[in-house]
T-cell receptor, first 113, second 115 residues
Framework: AQSVAQPEDQVNVAEGNPLTVKCTYS??????LFWYVQYPNRGLQFLLK??????LVKGSYGFEAEFNKSQTSFHLKKPSALVSDSALYFC???????????FGKGNQVVVIP | DAMVIQNPRYQVTQFGKPVTLSCSQT?????MYWYQQKSSQAPKLLFH???????NEADTPDNFQSRRPNTSFCFLDIRSPGLGDAAMYLC??????????????FGPGTRLTVL
């Protein structure tokens, strides 16, 4: 069975500083990896995904993520955080041939002005 | 714009009183999902439809049912809501499962309160 670990509960970062949200995964076969963001009382919004190819994936709003197969990680990064990036971030994995996403528990990101 | 729409956004019901949540999509996606999400936790998959094929998760209580009358609409029925069913309910869609790399598109959610 697939699983995702997001080890930190909350990530605090000063506005303008780099932001990193960590994610490690466990899945049989090739992983399809996703990052979603959720603002209060809203649904999940897709940020980016890794399917195959270049390990560095660029997504919406200046976010990027790096796939590391040896470390089974898919950390989300943004070079310069904005206050508006404060939200709940979910990492998710889906193995090939499966409709189901396995979500991590989520990380609350707080960007301090 | 193509999207996933959920109605109502906020629903209040009484303990034990049946309630129906609605989801519609203009993406023409084959797969529709219902998730339950409690207080900043990860979404929990309740069930999903691949076209008309219903797929229930093993740990979804019998209290939760779903209907998909056509491609565009999907309903979540809670037959006898308990206090523990108060949550955000998220509907999501994805395209034909052969294209398994496609992401899921989420609606804004319905927040259910049980009094």
């Amino acid at each position: 069975a697939q699983s995702v670990a997001q080890p930190e509960d909350q990530v605090n970062v000063a506005e303008g500083n780099p932001l990193t949200v960590k994610c490690t995964y466990s899945v049989s076969g090739n992983p399809y990896l996703f990052w979603y963001v959720q603002y209060p009382n809203r649904g999940l919004q897709f940020l980016l995904k890794y399917i195959t190819g270049d390990n560095l994936v660029k997504g919406s709003y200046g976010f990027e993520a790096e796939f590391n197969k040896s470390q089974t990680s898919f950390h989300l990064k943004k070079p310069s955080a904005l206050v508006s990036d404060s939200a709940l971030y979910f990492c998710a994995v889906r193995p090939y041939g499966n409709n189901r996403l396995a979500f991590g528990k989520g990380n609350q990101v707080v960007v301090i002005p | 714009d193509a999207m996933v729409i959920q109605n109502p956004r906020y629903q209040v019901t009484q303990f034990g009183k049946p309630v129906t949540l609605s989801c519609s999509q203009t993406l023409n996606h084959n797969v529709m999902y219902w998730y339950q999400q409690k207080s900043s936790q990860a979404p929990k998959l309740l069930f999903h439809y691949y076209d008309k094929d219903f797929n229930n998760e093993a740990d979804t209580p019998d209290n939760f049912q779903s209907r998909r009358p056509n491609t565009s609409f999907c309903f979540l029925d809670i037959r006898s809501p308990g206090l523990g069913d108060a949550a955000m309910y998220l509907c999501a869609t994805s395209s034909f499962p052969g294209r398994v790399m496609d992401e899921q598109f989420f609606g804004p959610g319905t927040r259910l309160t049980v009094l």
